[in-house]
């Protein structure tokens, strides 16, 4: 039987006006904070990418270490975000939220003093569990906050951009900071970061938990966090050494049946981690799919083209950095419309427009080659593609928590956020690798770019299909489970 989000036999609330909804200056605040906190884990996935050659000379870290400063951050950041909001459903978002601010602050001042790579490293996986706090409780306060409707639409959208436009500025930062005040600035910016947002949390967000306290759901953490954990790692030391490596193959096995058993036991589990009813919800699987795949490719996009800019056009670090800059401008204006957007066309119309608009500008990029102009179109074509791209992270994260209750928000929001992580995660070692193995590094960026296109346009035509159904009054798709008729 379908379920649906509309409330009977009460007349169906009619949509706000599609104007820019007024927020309080309470609001305004709580908006700033949370945002905040997500801008500055977005920073940190990019800031220190360009430093890691620095980093590296000075800590005295070897080639093959320096993948460490990646995989140390990506590792807990993405395998405990389930876990961690689910806890913060049960025992306190906000409470987990500051707890993760306190940690990331005091990690990132860790990695701007390290003093060896040890140090370094256990600075770098600090603030990945910190991410993993931060991140999921962050949305959950935000939906919980922000009432479904023309509010919450305009909050997402303000913190999807902040979102792609903190991965953007990073690039461009990290290679300044890096060339003016070395490396150690930009672990520094990030504990600037949580020492601005820290001090402002307690006094603006309210507490929230779901109102019984189940028992905890051990085995499902066990094996949900395990699982990721084994595939972060597996594909994040892919993406460097490729997936012929005996511990890349043992630990995609194994992250693989582990979530295998992680499925099997939340399907027995009185008190699940993870409710198997809300994975067959239409919105939430076929949201996330759409989630995956924007993420997933968008951050492939930028990897190659990166590559190329700098190795076919010969294009310096700052001169790359300013053609991911209009990319960060266009991004932040798709943000300041992705709310009107939605409020007009739906979040299901919004997320399959978005995808094919991604999708068809990814393909124009087909056209580059050796010739200077080409950097022309990469720009454009590239910005464009982040609009879309925001546009799709915008009405992903509300078709997937539109209808949800506030006890399962951490819980939905949990999925939002792992989505992301994992998104970001895959693209580059499964497409990005073809690019960098190939004899002819503008033919591999080439058959990287198709591959990507095709898997963004087909996504656009799948997530249209499976969201098709009768529009609640929010504008949203009722959340039937999967098969129902």
């Known amino acids: 039987m379908a379920i649906d989000t509309t409330t009977s036999p009460s007349p169906a609330p009619t949509r706000e006006p599609l104007d820019t909804p007024r927020l309080s200056t309470r609001d305004k605040l709580v908006l700033f904070v949370l945002c905040a906190a997500q801008f500055m884990v977005a920073l940190d996935f990019s800031v220190l990418n360009v430093a890691l050659p620095r980093l590296g000379a000075d800590l005295g870290m070897s080639a093959s270490a320096l993948q460490w400063a990646v995989t140390a951050f990506a590792l807990p950041s993405g395998g405990f975000l389930l ?3 689910r806890m913060g459903d049960l025992y306190g978002r906000r409470k987990l939220f500051l707890t993760g601010l306190a940690v990331f602050g005091a990690a990132s001042l860790l990695a701007t003093l390290a003093w060896d790579p040890a140090s370094f490293l256990a600075g770098r996986a600090l603030q990945g569990l910190g991410a993993a706090a931060i991140v999921p409780t962050g949305m959950s306060l935000l939906t919980t906050t922000f009432p479904e409707g023309p509010a919450r639409d305009r909050a997402l959208g303000i913190s999807g951009t902040l979102l792609s436009l903190g991965f ?11 060339d003016t005040l070395g490396w150690r600035s930009t672990m520094a910016l990030l504990t600037a970061f949580a020492l601005i947002v820290l001090p402002l949390a307690p006094g603006l967000l309210p507490e929230s938990r779901t109102p019984q306290r189940p028992r905890p759901d051990v085995p499902g953490a066990v094996t949900v966090t395990g699982g990721l954990l084994a595939l972060i790692y597996a594909l994040s030391t892919a993406a460097d050494h490729g997936f012929g490596r005996a511990d890349v193959i043992v630990t995609l096995v194994a992250g693989l049946a582990l979530l295998t058993a992680f499925a099997v036991v939340e399907a027995r589990s009185q008190a699940p981690l993870v409710s198997l009813p809300m994975l067959r919800r239409r919105t939430v699987a076929w949201g996330n799919l759409g989630g995956l795949v924007t993420f997933s490719m ?34 932040v204006v798709a943000g300041s419309t992705a709310a009107r957007v939605i409020g007009r066309f739906g979040a299901r119309r919004t997320l399959v427009g978005s995808l094919a608009g991604q999708g068809a500008l990814i393909a124009a990029l087909l056209g580059l080659d050796t010739h200077g102009w080409s950097v022309w179109l990469a720009t454009a074509a590239v910005s464009l593609a982040s609009m879309f791209h925001l546009g799709a992270i915008v009405s992903y994260g509300l078709t997937v928590t539109s209808g949800v209750p506030d006890e399962e928000q951490g819980l939905a929001t949990g999925l939002v956020t792992s989505t992301q992580q994992v998104g970001i995660t895959v693209g580059i070692p499964l497409l990005g690798v073809l690019a960098t193995t190939s004899g002819d590094l503008l033919a591999g960026v080439h058959t990287v770019l198709a591959l990507d296109a095709l898997i963004v346009l087909v996504t656009a035509v799948l997530v ?5 159904g009768r529009k609640t009054a929010s504008g949203t798709v009722e959340t039937q489970p999967l098969g129902a008729r």
């Open 168 to 178: 953007t500025i990073g690039m461009v930062a990290g290679g300044v900071l890096t």
């Open 464 to 468: 249209g299909l499976g969201l098709r």
């Open 298 to 331: 968008m951050s492939t996009v930028i990897f190659v083209l990166t590559l190329y800019l700098q190795e076919v056009l010969h294009l310096s670090a700052f001169e790359t950095g300013l053609v991911f800059g209009v990319q960060g401008v266009l991004s």
């Open 83 to 85: 876990l961690f909001g």
